[in-house]
């Protein structure tokens, strides 16, 4: 069975841009949920995702939204990059909102210069 | 939410237990003690998680004490691959949330 995959791996973008990182669940799993790791603060929680609907968030400003498709399929974007954006992003699925076990993908490596 | 307190590092020699600690005093009574673990460059893994007996797995045995005010995650035979920060964290089941609070973790150290 595949595991979680994100895309694109690595990504650099300028202050003031937008970007869309990508998320394909495991097969069947229906909760999808958004991390962002930085040295200063760890992993923090950013947003959770079943069937469509954004069931959790965490306390982001509103520049960083997501949506999750019919298929689980997630999306997170981030408008107006600051440079404190740069961070590893990443993403969990599981196969049911309160599941115990989450999968973990590989990050997304965003750098804002 | 409730909150878990690790040291910030540690150190093992490979093949030897290692003993990973957990304080978390403020825990309820429907707080779960989940071990997540992230090896250099990967996202987070499960390791094992639990209530209040002890329990196993293929990867690790968690610890739980009587109180639940602390737990003991042991890696029976720690190998190089097992070098990583380990996270303790709390779930509570009062809500259908999969939302998860990483604290700092610790950071174990494996020498050959």
């Known amino acids: 069975k595949a595991g979680v995959t994100q895309t694109p791996r690595y990504l650099i973008k300028t202050r003031g841009q937008q970007v869309t990182l990508s998320c394909s669940p495991i097969?069947?799993?229906?909760?999808v949920s958004w991390y962002q790791q930085t040295p200063g603060q760890g992993l923090q929680f950013l947003f959770e995702y079943f069937s469509e609907t954004q069931r959790n968030k965490g306390n982001f400003p509103g520049r960083f939204s997501g949506r999750q498709f019919s298929n689980s399929r997630s999306e997170m974007n981030v408008s107006t990059l600051e440079l404190g954006d740069s961070a590893l992003y990443l993403c969990?699925?599981?196969?049911?909102?309160?599941?115990?076990?989450?999968?973990f993908g590989p990050g997304t490596r965003l750098t804002v210069t | 939410d409730a909150k878990t307190t690790q040291p910030n590092s540690m150190e093992s020699n490979e093949e030897e237990p290692v003993h990973l600690p957990c304080n978390h005093s403020t825990i309820s009574g429907t707080d779960y003690i989940h071990w997540y673990r992230q090896l250099p460059s990967q996202g987070p893994e499960y390791v094992i998680h639990g209530l209040t007996s002890n329990v196993n797995n293929r990867m690790a045995s968690l610890a739980i004490a009587e109180d639940r005010k602390s737990s003991t995650l042991i890696l029976h035979r720690a190998t190089l691959r097992d070098a990583a920060v380990y996270y303790c964290i709390l779930r509570s089941y009062g809500g259908a949330t999969n939302k998860l609070i990483f604290g700092t973790g610790t950071l174990l150290a494996v020498q050959p």
């Open positions: 969990a699925s599981s196969v049911l909102a309160g599941n115990y076990e989450q999968y």
């Open positions: 097969s069947g799993h229906r909760s």
